[in-house]
C-alpha cells in the first residue's frame, strides 16, 4: 500500500460520512436537538475537513508555507540587488558633488540627486511591505497550526470546539 494512500482513503470515508450528514435533515438524527447547534457543529466538522484537506500531513503543510515564503524571498533578493544599485549610484553621484563643494549643485547633478533620493524612498517603501507579507505568511500559517496538529494525531473532526478567527491582516496591500 502506498504511504499516503490510508490517509486518502480515511480522507475520503470522512468526505462522504460529511455528505451524508449534510444530506441529512436537522433534528432528523437528533430528536430535539437544537438545529442551529448542530449547523455549528456541521461548519466545525467542516472547517477541520478543509483543513485535512488542504494540509494532510505536515511535509505538504511546511511545503506549501516554504513556497510562500521563497516567493517573498525573491523580493526581497531582487529588491536588495536594487537597493545596492542606488548606493552604488549615489556613491557616484557624491563623488561628482564633491566638485562643488559651497556652491550650488547644476540643475542635472541635482535632479539625479533627487530621483535617487525618491528611489531610495520607494525601495524602504518596498521592504517595509515585504515585511508586512512574510508577517501575514507566518500568521496564516501559524494560526491553524496547533489544530492541524492534533488532526494530524488522530482527533477527530469537530471535537476541538470551534475555530478561532483568523488573526486580521497588518494592514492592506
Request: proline residues 6%; aromatic residues 6%.
Amino acid at each position: 500500500m502506498a504511504p499516503g494512500s490510508c490517509r486518502r482513503q480515511a480522507i475520503g470515508l470522512i468526505a462522504s460520512a460529511l455528505l451524508c450528514a449534510a444530506a441529512t435533515p436537522p433534528g432528523a438524527a437528533e430528536s430535539g436537538a437544537d438545529p442551529t447547534l448542530a449547523a455549528a457543529k456541521r461548519r466545525v466538522e467542516r472547517a477541520d475537513y478543509q483543513l485535512l484537506y488542504k494540509y494532510p500531513d505536515r511535509e505538504t503543510y511546511l511545503r506549501l508555507k516554504r513556497a510562500e515564503v521563497d516567493v517573498v524571498m525573491g523580493h526581497l533578493h531582487q529588491a536588495g540587488l536594487r537597493l545596492n544599485e542606488l548606493v552604488a549610484q549615489l556613491k557616484v553621484l557624491i563623488e561628482k558633488a564633491e566638485f562643488y563643494k559651497g556652491k550650488a549643485l547644476p540643475a542635472d547633478l541635482q535632479a539625479d540627486v533627487d530621483a535617487n533620493g525618491a528611489s531610495f524612498t520607494a525601495s524602504m517603501y518596498v521592504f517595509e511591505k515585504l515585511e508586512q507579507d512574510v508577517a501575514n505568511i507566518v500568521a496564516k500559517y501559524e494560526h491553524p497550526r496547533a489544530r492541524l496538529e492534533q488532526l494530524w494525531a488522530g482527533a477527530a473532526l469537530g471535537s476541538m470546539g470551534p475555530l478561532d478567527p483568523e488573526p486580521a491582516a497588518s494592514s492592506a496591500k
